[in-house]
């Protein structure tokens, strides 16, 4: 077990912390849904929403601001980042197998916020000028998280 203890997060990246919570609630919602028997067309209905309102463009800020500041795409930390965001994106994007789909969208999403928080990020404080970390925080305020979908199937 690794000694390294998680940095105290900075202003700047906590927006993105917030919203990486809000996509471990999708996994457990997921998970969740599908250990009910909740018809996958109605999980996938509301993964896609949040996708669409919510990771996207999550993940744009992290490929725009986020990412740059450890040297762009030739850096091992964002290579692997930026090749999760593809494998989710493609996840996302499929319309067959549902249930094999979102089994594998919760187990891969939860696992790429894993990283991100643990790894990627503590990377990208500790390498961060201060002027960097201004400019994120201008950048990225973060929106309020507002889940009106109407059909909570993981309360049922």
């Given at each position: 077990?690794?000694?390294?203890?998680?940095?105290?997060?900075?202003?700047?990246?906590?927006?993105?912390?917030?919203?990486?919570?809000?996509?471990?609630?999708?996994?457990?919602?997921?998970?969740?849904?599908?250990?009910?028997?909740?018809?996958?067309?109605?999980?996938?209905?509301?993964?896609?929403?949040?996708?669409?309102?919510?990771?996207?463009?999550?993940?744009?800020?992290?490929?725009?601001?986020v990412?740059?500041?450890?040297?762009?795409?030739?850096?091992?930390?964002?290579?692997?980042?930026l090749?999760?965001?593809?494998?989710?994106?493609?996840?996302?994007?499929?319309?067959?197998?549902?249930?094999?789909?979102?089994?594998?969208?919760?187990?891969?999403?939860?696992?790429?916020?894993r990283?991100?928080?643990?790894?990627?990020?503590?990377?990208?404080?500790?390498?961060?000028?201060?002027?960097?970390?201004?400019?994120?925080?201008?950048?990225?305020?973060?929106?309020?998280?507002?889940?009106?979908?109407?059909?909570?199937?993981?309360?049922?």
């Amino acid at each position: 077990m690794s000694d390294t203890k998680p940095l105290k997060r900075h202003s700047s990246l906590q927006p993105l912390s917030r919203e990486h919570h809000h996509g471990l609630l999708l996994g457990w919602k997921i998970r969740t849904g599908l250990s009910k028997g909740v018809a996958p067309e109605r999980i996938k209905a509301y993964s896609d929403w949040f996708f669409e309102n919510h990771l996207s463009p999550h993940f744009e800020v992290e490929e725009r601001h986020v990412f740059p500041v450890l040297g762009g795409k030739e850096h091992p930390m964002v290579k692997r980042a930026l090749r999760e965001h593809r494998r989710l994106r493609r996840l996302f994007a499929a319309t067959d197998d549902l249930g094999k789909h979102l089994s594998l969208i919760e187990e891969e999403l939860t696992a790429h916020i894993r990283y991100e928080e643990r790894v990627l990020f503590n990377e990208v404080q500790k390498v961060s000028t201060p002027e960097q970390l201004t400019e994120m925080e201008a950048l990225h305020q973060g929106q309020p998280f507002v889940d009106d979908w109407d059909d909570q199937f993981w309360a049922q």
